[in-house]
């Protein structure tokens, strides 16, 4: 979703929820996490193996490290946790500081499920990159014909204004469509004031394609880097009209299967997390309201997923590592030279203060915000989570990825 993705009755009231008490005291647990395997890559069929890592000892994460999410928590975040993994050890280091739940105090577990937002943008790119490489796309067609029957691509069912946008200018963000979440009245909807009335609205592909294309474009296509949603929600169609199948259906069955990412999934319309997990908080106005619950269709393949941080730690270290794109495909992914060094093809680098560049991606919705980087070949990654969707200071997030990557300058 953008920069700015037991349940209750749809019409259910907006509820404040308490502020975070002693926040400069924020709970801290320094724990171990069930060891994780390790995907061990061939090196042609673009299919992971799996290889069981040998037991070991549990590290204590860096002092910068909890350092850096203690600092999150006091910009506003309710609570925030990070896993790190390195390959070829067997011992993962997971950290937190405040709370996964204002009104129990529940501290973030390292299996709690949450909302990734534009996380799922690396998998739905991934997919179109397999596509192209077995010859079913190319980057140069156009996104109008690759579209499902019936699907609108500009007013008036006139498919002029997608005819125009390649699908490289949907991967990396220069098609100019105009982002459909920024859309006033749907954006009020989605994230201010009406949120309580509308948590519960579904939305189509079509419809939320049908509001973007309301709008004039923000820019001719491939002339510049504008992000917007709406280039993945595209995609998620152009994945369904080539495979047959919904773009999470082929997600499920080329990712998450083979991979073993079984704590992932793609909710549809369903507003329940999966258990276990904490709460979600988000700003309706002035109020502070509990958004755990919410239907995600809102998001699409431009945001719906819901993961785990050790599911997103094993997807990033494969892709990074060349499991699921051949070569020619794993430069495409990084490719940032259309967007002058913004973002890739569904990847951003990240350069740090110390030299070192990480590659991952970050998602924001709706009481949720969580970011991946790791080392080019995916050897050593770091996922890390805030129970709300914005960071009122992101240099601060980037602080996290510095004292993982710079301060410590384990080998």
Not at 110 to 133: E, I, M
Not at 140 to 161: K, Y
Request: aromatic content about 6%; overall charge positive; some cysteine.
């Amino acid at each position: 979703m953008p920069k700015r993705s037991p349940r209750p009755a749809a019409n259910a009231a907006l509820t404040p929820v308490p502020p975070v008490a002693g926040r400069h005291r924020a709970l801290v647990r320094s724990g171990a996490l069930a060891v994780l395997t390790v995907l061990a890559l061939t090196a042609c069929t673009g299919r992971p193996r799996l290889a069981p890592l040998a037991s070991g000892t549990h590290e204590r994460p860096p002092a910068t490290t909890t350092h850096a999410l203690h600092r999150l928590v006091d910009d506003g975040a309710p609570g925030a946790a990070s896993l790190t993994t390195r390959a070829g050890y067997p011992a993962a280091r997971y950290s937190t500081a405040g709370v996964a739940d204002l009104r129990s105090g529940r501290t973030m577990g390292p299996q709690d499920h949450f909302r990734a937002g534009s996380l799922t943008k690396t998998l739905v790119a991934t997919v179109v990159l397999q596509l192209v490489a077995e010859g079913r796309l190319s980057l140069h067609d156009s996104a109008a014909a690759h579209l499902p029957p019936g699907v609108p691509a500009a007013g008036d069912g006139d498919r002029s204004e997608l005819r125009r946008v390649t699908i490289r200018q949907l991967l990396d963000h220069t098609s100019g469509l105009f982002n459909y979440t920024q859309d006033p009245r749907l954006s009020k909807q989605l994230f201010g004031k009406g949120f309580g009335a509308h948590r519960y609205d579904s939305h189509t592909p079509a419809e939320l394609l049908r509001i973007a294309l309301s709008h004039p474009p923000v820019a001719a296509p491939g002339t510049r880097y504008a992000y917007s949603n709406t280039n993945y929600l595209v995609l998620g169609l152009v994945i369904q009209a080539v495979t047959g199948n919904p773009y999470a259906t082929e997600i499920r069955r080329r990712i998450l299967v083979p991979a073993r990412l079984d704590h992932t999934s793609f909710p549809g319309t369903d507003p329940v997390l999966p258990r276990p997990h904490g709460r979600a908080y988000s700003r309706a106005g002035d109020r502070r309201v509990d958004a755990t619950s919410l239907d995600p269709s809102r998001a699409g393949a431009a945001g719906e997923m819901v993961t785990t941080l050790g599911d997103l730690n094993r997807f990033f270290s494969a892709l990074l590592d060349g499991a699921f794109l051949a070569p020619r495909q794993m430069a495409q992914i990084r490719n940032e030279k259309g967007t002058g060094g913004a973002y890739g093809l569904g990847l951003y680098a990240t350069r740090l203060p110390c030299g070192v560049t990480v590659w991952g991606h970050n998602g924001d919705i709706n009481g949720s915000y969580a970011r991946t980087a790791g080392t080019a070949d995916g050897r050593r990654i770091i996922s890390y989570r805030v129970n709300t969707d914005t960071l009122p200071d992101p240099a601060h997030g980037t602080a996290v990825l510095t004292a993982e990557f710079c301060a410590a300058r384990r080998p």
